[in-house]
Structure formats: structure tokens, C-alpha cells
């Protein structure tokens, strides 16, 4: 099973900043495969990412994403409040779908 | 727009089997994947597995010998069981879409759409 760790578990930012977070594969990733979601408390995980770098519908342009083989990163320009949230990468291989640990996103 | 949405008892006795379905509004459940992915109070996302429209399934490996999935396209939904439960199954259970897009000449895949979730305490 193909193992992702994210880093930083958290990252304390301020509002205007510029957020980079980090996902690593114990095995390389198809980049067709890794995705990127946003969840907030009390709700459904909401997809950003899908194909390492392209943004899902309605996702604004101030996130953007990066990476191949095993190293993935998620980026967000500038932060809005409305960003502080947590994010899971997501993988698929070939023991099925694995998700990160999480990176925490809160306001500094 | 598709919506989807849990129904199933929040409280199951040890040992005996979890039971959810997912009802999918707005679209057909034809031709796509659908998934279950929990989420323990206060951790990470888990995939459970997939079902495809037509009743081909796939599950994650060390859930495979306890859970099930089937599929009634009559009434647009799909269903899990996962028997044998134990204090470790506690999770929020969370149904979901699984899309394929293309990225440039890329196929890729995502879960696209989420439902609410709904909470499973496996408890006596």
C-alpha cells in the first residue's frame, strides 16, 4: 500500500500569506492519481485537485498544485480566511485509494 | 446537480454488521463509481471501497474479508455492509462520487462529490 505523508501536520499562517503543503509517496505516484482536497469542520471533504495540478470546478485560481513520483505539493497564493481548513492529498494504486494524514491550515 | 445522501442505524452493537445506502438525486447512478470512505472522530480520511454501476466492486485490503457493496440502479442507489464490527469501525461514513477527467492527454480520477457523512458508533 502506498503511503502519504504530509507535512507540516501544521502550518499557522496569516491571512494575505502564501501556504505550502507538502505530500510525499512511499512510491511513485501516477500524477493522473494524486488529488487534493479541503475540509472544514463539519463537513464533507471538498475536492480541489485532481491530476496533481489541475483545479476542480469553481476552485478559485489562488490555489495551484505541483509534483510527480512522490512529491506533491499544494500551494495557495494568497490566504483568504475562508481557507483555513485542513487538506488531504489522495492517491490511487494498486492496493486501491490512500489518503495523507492531513496538514491543519489555521490562522496565526 | 447530484446530491447524495446516507440513511442507516447511528449505533451498532459489536460484532454484529454496519448497514448504509447512499441515494443519489440529480443524476443517474449509471456509469460512474461509487464509493464509501469513513473518517474516525478526529482523524484521517479512510477509503472503504467502490462499487461500479453495473456491480463490479473493489475494497481496501485489509477491509475486503468483512465488507460488501451492491448497487440497485432501480431505485439510483447503492449499499455497504461491514460485519464483524468493533470499536475501530466508529467513524463518520462518508458515500462519494469517483469521476474521471482528463488532464491534457492525462486520465485522472477524483472523488468528486461528497456526501453530508453520517455518524457510526459501534458501541454495546
Known amino acids: 500500500e502506498i503511503v502519504l505523508t504530509q507535512s507540516p501536520g501544521t502550518l499557522s499562517l496569516s491571512p494575505g500569506e502564501r501556504a505550502t503543503l507538502s505530500c510525499r509517496a512511499s512510491?511513485?505516484?501516477?500524477?493522473?492519481?494524486l488529488a487534493w482536497y479541503q475540509q472544514k469542520p463539519g463537513q464533507a471533504p471538498r475536492l480541489l485537485m485532481y491530476?496533481?495540478?489541475t483545479r476542480a470546478s469553481g476552485i478559485p485560481d489562488r490555489f495551484s498544485g505541483s509534483g510527480s513520483e512522490t512529491d506533491f505539493t499544494l500551494t495557495i497564493s494568497r490566504l483568504e480566511p475562508e481557507d483555513f481548513a485542513v487538506y488531504y492529498c489522495?492517491?490511487?494504486?494498486?492496493?486501491?485509494?490512500?489518503f495523507g494524514q492531513g496538514t491543519k491550515l489555521e490562522i496565526k | 446537480q447530484v446530491l447524495l445522501h446516507e440513511s442507516g442505524p447511528g449505533l451498532v452493537k459489536p460484532s454484529e454488521t454496519l448497514s448504509l445506502t447512499c441515494s443519489v438525486s440529480?443524476?443517474?447512478?449509471?456509469?460512474?463509481?461509487w464509493s464509501w470512505i469513513r473518517q474516525p472522530p478526529g482523524k484521517g480520511l479512510e477509503w472503504v471501497g467502490y462499487?461500479?454501476?453495473?456491480?463490479?466492486?473493489d475494497f481496501k485490503p485489509s477491509l475486503k474479508s468483512r465488507v460488501t457493496m451492491s448497487v440497485d440502479t432501480s431505485k439510483n442507489q447503492f449499499s455497504m455492509n461491514l460485519n464483524s464490527v468493533t470499536a475501530a469501525d466508529t467513524a463518520m461514513y462518508y458515500c462519494?462520487?469517483?469521476?474521471?477527467?482528463?488532464?491534457?492527454?492525462?486520465?485522472?480520477?477524483?472523488?468528486?462529490?461528497w456526501s453530508q457523512g453520517t455518524m457510526v458508533t459501534v458501541s454495546s
Open positions: 512510491q511513485s505516484v501516477s500524477s493522473g492519481y
Open positions: 440529480g443524476g443517474s447512478i449509471s456509469s460512474y463509481y
Open positions: 491530476g496533481a495540478s
Open positions: 462499487i461500479y454501476s453495473s456491480g463490479t466492486t
Open positions: 489522495q492517491q490511487y494504486g494498486d492496493s486501491g485509494y490512500t
Open positions: 462519494a462520487r469517483l469521476s474521471y477527467f482528463w488532464s491534457g492527454p492525462l486520465k485522472c480520477d477524483a472523488f468528486d462529490i
